[in-house]
C-alpha cells in the first residue's frame, strides 16, 4: 500500500496532518509533486519548512521542466499523464491530490483522495503564487449552489434508470 502526495495545496494545506501521516505510514512514502526537477533542493526546502524531512519519505518524484507562463491546458493534460507514470511506476496504490483535474483522471488507476482546500486558502494562496495555486477547485462545487428539489429528484431519476 504506497502512498504518494502532492505537495502544493495538499502537504501545504495541513502539513501537520500530512507529517503525522506520513510518519505512520507503513510502506512505501512518495511525495508527488508537478514541480519542476531544478526545483529540487526548493521542495526539500519546502518540505523541510514543515517538519517533513528525508526521514518522513522514501523519495521526491518531481515534474517535467515547464515555465510557469506557458501553462495551458495541454499543460495539465501532460502533467496528469506525468503524474499516472510516477504512480504507475512506484506502485502508489493511496494518492492524495488536491486537484480536480487530476484526481478524476487518475481514480480509475489508483485510489485517489482529494484535499478540498477551504475558501480562505483559495483566496490567500492565489495572491502569493496564482501558478502553482491554479485554483481548479473554486469551481468545483458551484453546482451545489444551484441544487433544488426537482434538480434532486431528476439526478436521483437518472441513478435509479441507469441502476434499474
Same mark, same amino acid.
Given at each position: 500500500? #504506497?502512498?504518494?502526495?502532492?505537495?502544493?495545496? *495538499?502537504?501545504?494545506?495541513?502539513? !501537520?496532518?500530512?507529517?503525522?501521516?506520513?510518519?505512520?505510514?507503513?510502506?512505501?512514502?512518495?511525495?508527488?509533486?508537478? @514541480?519542476?526537477?531544478?526545483?529540487?533542493?526548493? @521542495?526539500?526546502?519546502?518540505?523541510?519548512?514543515?517538519?517533513?524531512?528525508? !526521514?518522513?519519505?522514501?523519495?521526491?518524484?518531481?515534474?517535467?521542466?515547464?515555465?510557469? @507562463?506557458?501553462? #495551458?491546458?495541454?499543460?495539465?493534460?501532460?502533467?496528469?499523464?506525468?503524474?499516472?507514470?510516477?504512480?504507475?511506476?512506484?506502485?502508489?496504490?493511496?494518492?492524495?491530490?488536491?486537484?480536480?483535474?487530476? /484526481?478524476?483522471?487518475?481514480?480509475?488507476?489508483? /485510489?485517489? $483522495?482529494? @484535499?478540498?482546500?477551504?475558501?480562505?486558502?483559495?483566496?490567500?494562496?492565489?495572491?502569493?503564487?496564482? $501558478? $502553482? *495555486?491554479?485554483?481548479?477547485? /473554486?469551481?468545483? $462545487?458551484?453546482?451545489?449552489?444551484?441544487?433544488?428539489?426537482?434538480?434532486?429528484?431528476? *439526478?436521483?431519476?437518472?441513478?435509479?434508470?441507469?441502476?434499474?
Amino acid at each position: 500500500m #504506497n502512498l504518494g502526495i502532492d505537495l502544493h495545496d *495538499t502537504i501545504s494545506y495541513r502539513p !501537520e496532518f500530512f507529517k503525522t501521516l506520513l510518519k505512520d505510514w507503513p510502506f512505501k512514502r512518495y511525495i508527488v509533486s508537478g @514541480t519542476p526537477e531544478s526545483q529540487r533542493n526548493e @521542495t526539500i526546502e519546502i518540505l523541510n519548512s514543515y517538519g517533513i524531512y528525508t !526521514e518522513y519519505y522514501d523519495k521526491i518524484l518531481l515534474g517535467y521542466e515547464y515555465d510557469k @507562463t506557458d501553462m #495551458n491546458l495541454s499543460h495539465f493534460k501532460r502533467m496528469r499523464e506525468h503524474k499516472l507514470k510516477l504512480i504507475k511506476q512506484y506502485d502508489i496504490n493511496i494518492f492524495f491530490d488536491d486537484n480536480p483535474f487530476y /484526481a478524476s483522471y487518475l481514480k480509475d488507476h489508483t /485510489a485517489v $483522495f482529494q @484535499t478540498i482546500l477551504s475558501s480562505e486558502y483559495l483566496e490567500s494562496f492565489k495572491q502569493k503564487d496564482p $501558478f $502553482f *495555486t491554479c485554483n481548479f477547485q /473554486a469551481d468545483q $462545487f458551484n453546482y451545489l449552489e444551484e441544487l433544488d428539489d426537482e434538480k434532486i429528484k431528476k *439526478t436521483l431519476n437518472n441513478q435509479e434508470d441507469k441502476n434499474g
